[in-house]
C-alpha cells in the first residue's frame, strides 16, 4: 500500500472511513498501473520493431513522427477503426471473453510489483505465489479464445499454447523456490530488500532457468509454437481482428513486462541501485527493459523450436535442473 | 574318541542322488560311475567304522533337529557293533549290486533315475540302521518304503510292475500302521522314543508285550512276515538288482533289525518273543512249501526269502538273538550271491521261467559255479555260510525248549534244501528245455564279478560264528548271549536233513529216475501249495471286496445326500441371488442415491435416538 | 467476524447439495467430475471456516483443505483419463451407456 | 460501513458461487459449464480470502483455475462431445433425487442454524505460509509424504489409463 501514517491521518480528521480510503487508493492505483501498461506496451512495441530492424540491419518505422515514434498511434488507431469480425459458427460469449481473460490476468499480476521501496499497489504475505497464479488463469483464456474461434487452427494453436504454459510453469515455479529460500518469505518487498547481493550471482541455474521459462510462458520466440505461420496461421488468434486482436498484443506484452519485472525483482536486486531514493524506480526501470531487450534481442537471433524439442526441454531438461536447484541451494544452507 | 565321518556314510550317497537328480539325465550311462563311487565311499568309511567298533568304540553323534516344546527330537549316528555290521554289509551289498547293475541295466532309458534310487535306498537304509531314536528310525523305514516302491515300479510301464509297486507299498503300509502307534504308546509311556533311555526304562511286562507286538507288526510287513508277506513275491517285478538289495540287505533285513535293534524292549514282554517265535516258524514253514512248487526262478528265491526270514525271526523270538543277526548276516551275502546270479542267467536266457532253461552249466561257468555256493550255503551244507547261522538258531530252539519250533525248523531245512537244488538242477543241469537261450552266454566282467566276491563271501562268512572261530560273531554283536554249546544232535539232524534234501531233488529232477508226477496236478495239497494258500485270494475276498462295496456304497451316499445338500443349497443360493440381483442396476448413481438415503436416516438416527444435539 | 459462521456452512451446504444432484442426476462422465469438484469445494470452504471461527490460531483447517485440493487434482487427474479411456471404448461419455457391471 | 461492504461482498459471492453452481450442472455446453466451473473457484478463492485464509486463497487459483480447469478443458476437447450433451440420465430417479437431496440440505442447514458453535476470538496468525509450510514439516509430515506418494501414482496411472495403446 502507498499508504503513509499520514494518509490515515488526513482520512480519519476527515471523518472518512478507512475502506473508503483504501478501495479509493486501490482503485487509483490500479488506474495509474493500468495507464502505464499501456505506455509501456507502446514503448514495448514500437522498441520491438525497432531492434528487429536493427538486427536485421535495416530502418525500421521511420516515416510518422521522429524516427517513426508515432507509428504505434497510427497502428492503433487502425486496430482499432477495423470491423469487428465474427466467425459463423463462433461460440460468441466465449470468443468475446478470451482477450479480456488473456489481458486481465497478466495486468492484475501486476499488482503486487514493487517498483520501490514503498511504490506498490497491494503488498500481499503470497506476493510470489499471487505473481505465479493469477496470470496462470490466462491459459484458460487462450483455450476460449481456441475453442470459440471455431477454427481448426485456432483450436491447435490454443491447444498447443495451453500444453505449453501449463508445462513451464512447473519449472518456472521450482526455479524461484531457491531465491525464496534464501530471502526467507514469498512477499515480494521483503525478497528485494534482503537482496543486498543480486540473486543471480547466489542463483545462476535458478535466473537461467526462470528466463528460459518465462519466454516459453509468454509464447515469446524460440517458444512461439502456437502462433508458428507457417503450420498454424497465426495460432489461437487466428480468427481475432480489430480491438480483440489488440487485446491479445497488449496481453501478451504485459505478460513479457511482468514476466521482466519478477525476473528484476527476484534476481537483479529490484529497486537498488546507487543515488538516492527517488531514483530507484528508475533503477528498476532500466533492469526491466534490460531484460525485455534480452528477450527481444533472443527473439531475432534464434530460430523456433519444434513442439516435442520444447516439451523436451521442459521436461527434461528445466525441470530436472531447477530440482537440482533447489537441492544445491538446501545443501548450501543447511552446511 | 570322535566319530564325525559317520554323517559322511549317509550323506555322500544322498549328495549322489541330488546329483542324480539334476544331472542323471543328462549324464545317461557315466551316472553310474557317481553313485557307485559314493557307495564305495560309503563302504570304506562303513569299513573304518567297523575297524573303530571292533576297537572298542561305541558312540553317538547326535544333532538337535527340531525341538517342539520339551520334546527333543535329535538326528543322530548310533554306532555299535549291531549297526557297524548292518552298515558294512548295507554298503557292501549295495556296492556289489550297483556294479552288477551296470551290466544288467545296460542302455535302460531312465539309468540316471534308476542309480539315483539305488542310491538314496541306500542312504535310507544306512539312515535307518544309524538311528538312536525311533523318530529317526521310522522317518527312515518310510524312506526305504517310497524308495523300494520307486525301484520295484521302475519300469512302471509295465501294469503289472506298476501293481506290483503299489501293493509293497500297501502292504507294508499296513504294518507301518502297528509301528506307528507302537511309537505313539512309547512316547505316551515314556515321554520319549530316545532307544537309550527306552531300553534303561521299566515297563510293565504287558504293556512292553503290547508295545513289542505293534512295533513287530511293522516288521512283519517290512519283512514280509505271514501274514503280510504277499507283497514280496510281486516285487519280482522290478529290476532283480533291485530284488537282490531288497532281499538281501536293506528293505526286508529293516523289519529284522527293527526287532533286533529293540530286542530289550522284546525281553521286557516276552510273550512278544513267543508271538515273533510263532510268526516266524509259521512264516518259514508256509514259505518254504510254497517255494516248493514255483517255476519263477525268482519267485523261488523270493520265498526263500520269506522262509529264512523267518528264521530269522524265529531265532529272534526263541531268544537267539546273536544267532538271528548272524543269520541276517550270512543270508544278506548268499542271497544277494543267488539273486544275482539269477538276474545273470535271466539276462542271458530272457526268461524267468526254470522249466524253460536247463543246461546253463555248460555255458555259464562262473554263473553256474557261484550259485550252487549260494545253493549249498541257502541249503545249509557245511562249511558254507547258512549253514552256521541255521544251525545256530535251530540249536537256539532246541535248548531254548520250543520243542515243536524246533521240528518244524529241521523240516523246513529240509524243505529248503530240496527247493533249492530242484532249481539247480533245472536251471544248471540236464538239456536246455528251450532253444530259444541258444545265444546264452557268460555275462560281462561287471556282473560277474561281484558274484565271484559275493561266493567269497557266501562261503566263509558263516566261519567267522562257526564254532572253529569261538563263534567271534556272536561274541561280537551280543556279549552277553554266550554262544550254545554244540550240539551233536541238532547239528547232525541238520546236516542230514540237508542231503536228504539235496539227494531228493537230484532223484526228482537230476536224473529220470522218479516218475514226472509224484504227486498229481490235481492233488487239493499241491493245489493249495502251488496256490500260496489262497493268501492273495484270501485278502480280494476279505478285505478288497468288501472294502469295494462299501465304497460304492460311500460313493452313492456322497452323491446323493451329501450332493444333493450342497447342490441344493447351492440352488437355493442362486434362486435368492437371480431375485435380488434385480437390485444391482449396474448404475453408480443409483448406489450413490440409496447411499444419500442411507446417510441422512443415520444422521438422523442419530440424532434422535442417541440424544445429540 | 461479521459474518455468523453459519452462513458458510449454509452456503457450502446449499453448494454440496447442487454438486450432489449433478452427481446423481446428471449423465454425462464429465458433469459429474464437475460436480464432484463442486462438492470438494464446498467442503473445503466448510473446512476453512471452521479453522477461522473455532480455532483461529490453529490452521488445522487450512492444512485439511490444502490436502483436498491436492487430492482433487489428482482425482481430476485419473478421472479424466478414466473417462478418455471409456470415450475411446463406447464412444461415449455416457455413463448409462457403460452399465457393464450390471449383471 | 466496513461491515455493509462485507455483508456486500459476501452475498455477491454466494449469489455467483450458487448461480455457476447451478449453471455446471445445467448447461448443455460442457466448455460453458467448465468455465462458470472456474468462476466458481474463483468465488470460492474469494471465500477463502474472507476468511483471512491468503494462502489457501492463492492455492485454489493456482491450482485449481490454472491446473484443474485446464486438464478438463483438455478432456472436454478430446472427447469431442462438448455441444449438446444429454444430460438427464437414463436413470429413472429425478424426483426422488432431488427430494432427497433437499431433505439432506435442509436437515444440514437445520442443524448449522440450531446448534452453538463455539465461536472463539483468538487472533488469526499473521504470516500463514510460514506456519503451514513449518506444519507440513512438522505435525502433518505423514499425511505430507503420503501425498505426494499419491500424486506420484495419480500421475503414473493417469498416464497408464490415457495412454493409447501403440498397435505395431
Redesign the interface.
Known sequence: MLSSSSLLQFASHNGMPIWVLNTSIALIMSLVVFALCGLGVLILVYMERKVAADMQLRWGPMHVGWHGVLQLIADSVKLLSKEDIFPRNADRWIFRLAPVLVFLPAFIGLMVMPIGPHLVVQDLNVGLLYVLAVPAIGVAGVIMAGFGSYNKYAILGSLRSAAQMVSYEVPRALSILGVVMIAGSAKLTAIVGTQHAWYIFLQPIGFVVFLVSTLAETNRVPFDLPETESELVNGYHTEYSGTRFLFFLFGEYIALIAGSALAVVLFLGGWHGPGPEFLAPVWFLIKMFAIIYLAMWIRWTLPRFRIDQVMDLGWKVLLPLALLNVLITGLIMVL | MLAYYLPLIVLVPILSFITLVIFGKRWGGKSAYVSIAAVLISLGLSIKALIDVLGGLSTKVLFTWASIGSFHITFGFLLDPLSAMMLVVVTLVSALVQIFSMGYMHGDKRYGWFYACLSMFTASMLLLVFAPNYVQMYMAWEGVGVFSYLLIGFWFEKRSASQAAKKAFMVTRVGDLGFAIALILLYVHAGTLDMGKLFAMHFAPALAATISILMFFGAVGKSAQFPLHVWLPDAMEGPTPVSALIHAATMVAAGVYLVARSYPLFEKGPASLEFVAVIGTITAFMAATIALTATDIKKVLAYSTISQLGYMMMGLGVGAFAAGAFHLFTHAFFKALLFLGAGSVIHAVHSQEIFEMGGLWKKMKITSITFIIGGLALAGVPPFAGFWSKDEILLGAYTSGHTVIFWIGILTALLTAFYTFRLIFVVFFGQPRADHHGHAHESPAVMSIPLLILGFFALTAGLLGSPFMHNAFQGFIAPGHEAEAINPLVMGLSVAVALIGITAAWLKYGTQLLPENIIGKNNPVYKLVANKYYMDELYQYVLITPTHVLARFVLKFDQIVVDGIVNGVAKATAAFGSGM?RL??????NY??FM?VGLIILIIWSFRFLGIH | ???P???????S????????????????A??I???V??ML?AA??NL??F???????V??G??F???V??????????G??????I??NVQ?????RI????? | MN?II??II?FGL?AV??IS??A??TRRN?FH??MF?GL??LV?AG??F????D??GI??VF??VG??IV??L???M??S?MTN???????K??VF??LA??G??AL??SV??KVN?????????KD?TS??GK??MTN?IL?FEV?SV??L???I???V??R?EVKQ
Open positions: 440381483k444391482q442396476t449396474g448404475y453408480v448413481q450413490a442415491l444419500l | 467476524m461479521v459474518i459462521l453459519s452462513w458458510y456452512l449454509i452456503v451446504a446449499i453448494l454440496f447439495g447442487i454438486g450432489l444432484i449433478g452427481v446423481l442426476l446428471r449423465q454425462n464429465v458433469t467430475l464437475f460436480s469438484e463442486i469445494n473445503n470452504i476453512v471456516a479453522s477461522r471461527y473455532v480455532t483461529p490460531s490452521i488445522s487450512q492444512m483443505a490444502l490436502f485440493m491436492a487430492i482433487a487434482a489428482s482425482e481430476v487427474a485419473v479424466l483419463a478414466i473417462v478418455l479411456t470415450y475411446r461415449s461419455v455416457d455413463i448409462d452399465n457393464i457391471f450390471k449383471w | 461491515d462485507t455483508y459476501f454466494s458461487a450458487i453452481a447451478l455446471i450442472i460442457l459449464a467448465a466451473l466458481l473457484m470460492v471465500f477463502y474472507l476468511l483471512d485464509a494462502l489457501v492455492m485454489q491450482v485449481y491446473g484443474v486438464v478438463l483438455f478432456g472436454i478430446m472427447t462431445q450433451v444429454r444430460m438427464v440420465s437414463a436413470i430417479q429425478k433425487t432431488i437431496v433437499a439432506f440440505v444440514l442447514v448449522f442454524t458453535l463455539s465461536v472463539s476470538n483468538a487472533a488469526v496468525p500463514t506456519l503451514v506444519l507440513f502433518y499425511p501425498m499419491l500424486l501414482a495419480a500421475l496411472g493417469a498416464i489409463i490415457a493409447q
